[in-house]
């Protein structure tokens, strides 16, 4: 798996339209969010500001490189011939997508890091870990579902289009609102929950056991997702 990593990370920085997607992006909304976070603390909270970061990294830097990165691979052969080794299925996906998964993790941090920095601290970090690393699950499970639907790298430009402004209009949606009406449409949608438990971690004033319930729907993706993934994804070319 570590050589597979290694390769996919020199292979992230070297391609352009896969470093625009994961830094340049991600980083310029966030940075944008950032420095109007006194507005956007008025329209939603802090929290939601951060959710928004979490899944503005997740969707673009993440879930997007990911099917791009799998469909290329799937389309050059490159799947097939690692298949060929004596490297496991799993072993495989996770050296494939562990460097874009990694990028964003260290994006995430850094930028709420900087949020915090500037306005406050998270009431409670630890909701706070569990949200971003349960979103990052379930953007992983679903990046590898789409990659089975995707038949090439410019078609992922299509394919990763409705999951991505998907979650993050669900994010800007419950962050803005709130669950108070529609409480389970919102939480059951991808993101929702994920959002909520961000906006309980960072201004606090929920107990810890209610805002450990949120965790249930994003993992019930992961779910999901995995199995769709199961399902769905391809190791050769569709012909």
């Known amino acids: 798996m570590l050589p597979i990593f290694l390769s ?5 920085f070297r391609n352009r339209s896969v470093l625009v997607t994961s830094f340049v992006m991600p980083i310029a ?11 956007f603390a008025q329209l939603g909270s802090l929290g939601y500001i951060g959710a928004i970061v979490m899944f503005t990294v997740s969707a673009f830097g993440l879930y997007t490189s990911a099917v791009t990165t799998l469909a290329s691979r799937r389309q050059n052969l490159f799947l097939k011939r690692l298949r060929s080794t004596a490297a496991s299925d799993a072993s495989i996906l996770t050296g494939l997508v562990l460097p874009a998964t990694a990028v964003a993790l260290v994006q995430v941090v850094a930028i709420m ?20 690393v349960t979103t990052v699950l379930m953007m992983v499970g679903l ?19 409705p999951v991505s ?5 669900v994010a800007s949606w419950v962050g803005i609102t709130g669950t108070e009406e529609l409480t389970l449409l919102k939480r059951l949608l991808p993101g929702g929950s994920a959002t909520e438990l961000v906006v309980n971690a960072w201004t606090g004033g929920v107990a810890v056991a ?5 965790l249930l729907p994003t993992l019930a993706w992961v779910v999901v997702a995995a199995v769709a993934a199961a399902r769905l994804f391809r190791w050769e070319p569709r012909r």
């Open 29 to 39: 909304v966030s940075a944008f969010f950032l420095y109007q976070h006194e507005v």
């Open 8 to 12: 996919e990370l020199a292979q992230l």
């Open 210 to 214: 209610d805002s450990l319930v949120l």
């Open 113 to 132: 890091a900087v949020l915090a920095a500037v306005t406050t601290t998270p009431d409670n970090i630890a909701l706070l870990a569990l949200a971003v």
């Open 143 to 161: 990046a590898l579902a789409t990659a089975g639907l995707t038949n090439s790298p410019e078609h992922a430009q299509i394919t990763t289009l």
């Open 165 to 169: 402004l998907g979650v993050i209009a």
